[in-house]
């Protein structure tokens, strides 16, 4: 385990990098950018890589040694101890568009294990950080998972086309049914809401390894619950991770929902 | 119709109400406030209360003559050729947990149609607003329903259980397969989406005259297209309407779409 003066420092590294990143992101929504479609599908922007590559120089120069496995580019240094996981954009499509609901994850992992997280919302003006020991915080402020109440419970969920790529569409169908005050949102801003309580809990299914880079541990030190349904490598290479997380009870719940079919 | 003059005067005028509310609204966030379940199952706050009679007063105090219609209390002057039309907070669940997307509903109405309109939106710190022959506005600014690409198309709904009301939860299945690229959010998050061109379009039904007070003056002022596809007195007394908005090309098929099944 590494000192807490360590995770300290880290956590202020990483604050600084959400900072400059949101201000690169927030420069190029001004300024005008393009976007194309990834071989998946999928939509990537000037902006996606501009903050990619930003992210990469400035932890290069401060950890040279560390790892970095980020969404859009190669990853670097795979056997180093210290993995940065980056994903710039999250919700790609929604800033081509103006829907102000995107944001960038930032995680480093130690050993496998998360240190420090990030979930910026440049558009909103919000940024939720984790460390680990340290707790998690809005906007520099503590927030903890019981922040609301939780009667009537609001529910996160994936869109229903993603736990489809699992075949996994028929969860989506039993939380709706259980669940009926739903909400569809991107991963960072599903992952935030739940760490402050205003979600009861999310259900993620085939997420990657960005997508869910600082949910583990904002859940964690805001009080919460962050479990592992399954995961497996796909076709692709990738792995992929289908998780639920929230408040304890609610998560119990809807596991063993799961399970029972 | 009226003069340009009097159109303007009650848009700045109009302006002056969201402030307000805006400011009432974020001061009670912060200040903590109470919620409880009405009648019909959904939620309202002392914040949707207090919002509601600033506004009403406001309006009282500056014509006196002019009819109010709102959410949470009783209609004023209903034989007034001149009727505001107040959702003091659409979305009041998620206002109640936390989560940005709610906002704050003002129309004006001249003999039935739309002069002023205003949604804001005090957490996310963004108004749309719309006068008559005056343009759509985001904080001031011009928008134009093409001021985002349309391709791939994304397409806003009510939620399922909405459509279901009417016995039409079909058309929201409909449409989400032939638009699989979906958002659902509340009314005046939505609405403000479709003005800018974020959304391709939206289909909104079973609405009640507050929801959707503002949203037509705006779509049209900012270029796209509003049409009813149907409106009927239900069984409570208030009216409902179903309504498909945003760019001109979209709304006709998707009103094509529902007219075949």
């Given at each position: 385990?590494?000192?807490?003066?360590?995770?300290?420092?880290?956590?202020?590294?990483?604050?600084?990098l959400a900072?400059k990143s949101r201000a690169l992101i927030l420069s190029h929504?001004?300024?005008?950018f393009?976007?194309?479609?990834?071989?998946?599908?999928?939509?990537?922007t000037t902006v996606d890589l501009a903050a990619e590559e930003l992210l990469r120089s400035l932890?290069?120069?401060?950890?040279?040694?560390?790892?970095?496995?980020g969404e859009e580019l190669?990853?670097?240094?795979?056997?180093?101890?210290?993995?940065?996981?980056l994903d710039p954009i999250d919700?790609t499509?929604?800033l081509?568009?103006?829907?102000?609901?995107?944001?960038t994850i930032i995680?480093?992992?130690?050993?496998?294990?998360?240190?420090?997280?990030?979930?910026d919302?440049p558009?909103?003006?919000?940024?939720?950080?984790?460390?680990?020991?340290?707790?998690?915080?809005?906007?520099?402020?503590?927030?903890?998972?019981?922040?609301?109440?939780?009667?009537?419970?609001?529910?996160?969920?994936?869109?229903?086309?993603?736990?489809?790529?699992?075949?996994?569409?028929?969860?989506?169908?039993?939380?709706?049914?259980?669940?009926?005050?739903?909400?569809?949102?991107?991963?960072?801003?599903?992952?935030?809401?739940?760490?402050?309580?205003?979600?009861?809990?999310?259900?993620?299914?085939?997420?990657?390894?960005?997508?869910?880079?600082?949910?583990?541990?904002?859940?964690?030190?805001?009080?919460?619950?962050?479990?592992?349904?399954?995961?497996?490598?796909?076709?692709?290479?990738?792995?992929?991770?289908?998780?639920?997380?929230?408040?304890?009870?609610?998560?119990?719940?809807?596991?063993?929902?799961?399970?029972?079919?």
């Open positions: 385990m590494l000192a807490k003066e360590e995770i300290s420092s880290l956590f202020t590294f990483g604050g600084e900072a929504l001004k300024g005008g393009t976007s194309k479609e990834k071989s998946d599908g999928s939509l990537v932890i290069e120069e401060r950890y040279p040694s560390h790892g970095i496995i190669e990853n670097r240094a795979p056997d180093s101890e210290y993995q940065w996981i919700g499509l929604n081509a568009r103006g829907i102000p609901t995107y944001g995680g480093l992992h130690f050993r496998g294990d998360p240190i420090v997280g990030f979930l919302h558009s909103l003006g919000v940024l939720y950080s984790a460390g680990k020991g340290l707790g998690a915080f809005r906007n520099g402020e503590k927030i903890h998972i019981e922040d609301f109440p939780s009667s009537p419970h609001v529910l996160g969920l994936g869109s229903r086309d993603i736990f489809a790529k699992s075949k996994d569409e028929g969860i989506f169908d039993l939380l709706s049914k259980h669940f009926p005050k739903l909400r569809v949102y991107y991963d960072c801003f599903a992952h935030a809401l739940a760490a402050q309580g205003s979600l009861s809990a999310v259900v993620e299914f085939n997420s990657k390894i960005w997508d869910i880079a600082a949910t583990e541990l904002l859940i964690e030190e805001a009080g919460g619950k962050f479990v592992e349904v399954k995961s497996w490598v796909d076709s692709d290479g990738i792995k992929r991770y289908s998780n639920v997380f929230g408040r304890s009870e609610i998560v119990e719940k809807i596991k063993s929902l799961i399970a029972n079919g």
